[in-house]
RNA sequence: GGUCGGGUGGCCGAGUGGUUUAAGGCACCGGUCUUGAAAACCGGCGUACACGGAAGUGUACCGGGGGUUCGAAUCCCUCCCCGACCGCCA
């Protein structure tokens, strides 16, 4: 959410910014309500303030009959209170359905546009290889060297489900080991997650549980959740606390399975495990001083460059435009795996994501930080970025690592967990 | 799953309907004293929102929500969480 106070200073400012983002807003709409909802808020509390003169003034009264009309003036203004009170809560609700759709800031940077508008930033270390022989999709690769079976996630799941076998199966574990190896090393806190969470925390993270487009998989005959991603049960970790400011930044390593319903996407591109409804991802996640995000960010895409060049898979890496950012985002960096399986002669496919989502979210959530020896608290910058998302990521492994004689060699960096240099051929 | 006990400020903790304006302590900040520090002493010290140029003032907040009452941390209902013990169990 944006600051109420910012959007009454910048009606226009805001109005514009969502439009960029494409997000329909009428932020003129909002700054009338609020305005009058502090004026019946001014009301509300001037009748609270009569009312507890009265109470406290009963205790006092030397007569019977004194309290007795004391107490009536008392009903009479909570009764009154009680009716301005209604009326207010009608126009916040309002404004707060109008409040909630407004997305956040858009970095000055950030390219404005559709999705289309993205800007390409730079490519990795890895060149696209050529490919002197037909090349096959990570799906004819996984049934060649019986690594992924589908049919059997759809009987025991549906569609979208899978197993992971053999080579695939030490591939998951080694492409967590390998990313939460170097995350530790660059001081991140490791954490294994829950899987399910309540509705409030999704909602404050902005997933809406239980919507009719939801994504998001929901308990029945209960409040929980499975949880999108590890950036919900991490951003949740602290909401409703007070950080030392001595104590930021803080990075946290997330290891938790996803669930997706992907309501809405039949009909996308879909094949094999790129869009599925369960997969294990490594994410990072900062909460940081208002000044250090945008750093925080940089090293965010770094990392994720790195953990992609270290596997030697091409990818490129995308600015992301006001349109595509959705609401939390200030600012979003892509980072697009080149897959040779993909499409007609290869294509580029979203492998990670990272965001700085300013204080858009912990305005929500309500996570703050306190400056030793100064009044009052501010809300932290909270950012988070996929580190490897290990579906997306097989799906570059296998498809940028077959060799012509059908065999697929094995990233040097994830030989120490899988155990062998090669999966088929003589490896 | 069962029984019992709990949830009060950054932390600990008192508080069973009205001078409670949430006692007291710890921590923290400022000061006195000191060569310096510690100790001691004095003072300050919650958050959010609104109003105001500011000083400040008002309202709300004692796990969440609802109720009773002129008035609720306190009484009632409900939900959540934590702890102990019992049962079951990887």
């Known amino acids: 959410m944006l600051d109420k106070r910012f959007i009454l200073d910048n009606p226009d400012l805001v109005q514009e910014n969502c439009n960029h983002r494409g997000i329909k807003v009428d932020v003129a709409r909002f700054v009338q309500l609020e305005l009058d909802r502090r004026q019946l808020q001014l009301d509300v509390e001037d009748l609270s303030r009569q009312a507890n003169v009265v109470s406290k003034s009963i205790a006092q009264a030397k007569d019977e009959a ?31 359905v109008i ?13 404005v546009g559709g999705e289309d508008a993205s800007k390409e930033l730079r490519h990795g270390e890895i060149d696209i290889r050529p490919f002197p022989f037909p090349v096959l999709d990570h799906v004819d690769l996984a049934e060649q060297h019986s690594l992924i079976d589908f ?32 995350l530790i090393r660059e001081g991140f806190t490791p954490m294994i997650t829950p899987d399910l969470a309540r509705g409030d925390i999704l909602k404050g993270t902005g997933y809406i549980p239980r919507g009719p487009e939801t994504q998001i998989y929901s308990i029945e005959s209960s ?5 999108a991603t590890a950036e919900i049960t991490l951003g949740g970790l602290y909401a409703g606390q007070v950080i030392d400011a001595d104590e930021l930044p803080i990075r946290l390593c997330g290891i938790s399975h996803c669930f997706r319903t992907e309501a809405g996407a039949a009909g996308r591109a879909s ?16 909460f940081t001083l208002p000044e250090q995000s945008e750093d925080m ?14 596997m030697g898979i091409p990818y490129r890496v995308l600015d992301i435009a006001t349109g595509d ?27 990670t994501s990272a965001s700085n989502c300013t204080d858009y979210q912990s305005r929500r959530l309500d996570i703050r930080y306190k400056v030793k020896g100064e009044k009052g608290t501010h809300l932290v910058h909270t950012l988070n970025g996929t580190a490897i998302a290990v579906s997306r990521a097989l799906i570059a492994i296998l498809e940028n690592c077959q060799q012509a004689d059908g065999s697929i060699l094995v990233p040097e960096v994830l030989r120490r967990w899988v155990g062998k240099d090669r999966i088929g051929g003589n490896g």
């Open 66 to 96: 004194g309290r007795e009309a004391r107490k009536v003036e008392g009903r009479n203004l909570r009764d009154l209170k009680e009716q301005k009170q209604v009326e207010m809560e009608r126009l916040a609700a309002e404004a707060n």
């Open 99 to 111: 409040h909630h759709s407004m997305p956040n800031l858009s970095h000055p940077e950030a390219p």
């Open 151 to 182: 049919e059997g996630g759809a009987r025991i799941a549906g569609h979208g489900f899978y197993f992971l076998k053999n080579e695939a199966a030490l591939l998951e574990l080694a492409i967590q080991q390998f990313a939460v190896e170097l």
């Open 223 to 227: 409040d929980l959740n499975l949880v």
């Open 271 to 286: 094949r094999g495990l790129y869009r599925v409804h369960q997969f294990t991802k490594i994410e990072m996640f900062a």
């Open 297 to 310: 960010l940089n090293y965010f895409r770094e990392l994720e460059c790195e953990l992609f060049d270290r």
């Open 325 to 351: 950012l959705g609401g939390p985002a200030y600012r979003k960096f892509d980072l697009e795996a080149w897959m040779p399986g993909r499409g007609t002669g290869g294509e580029y496919g979203e492998v």
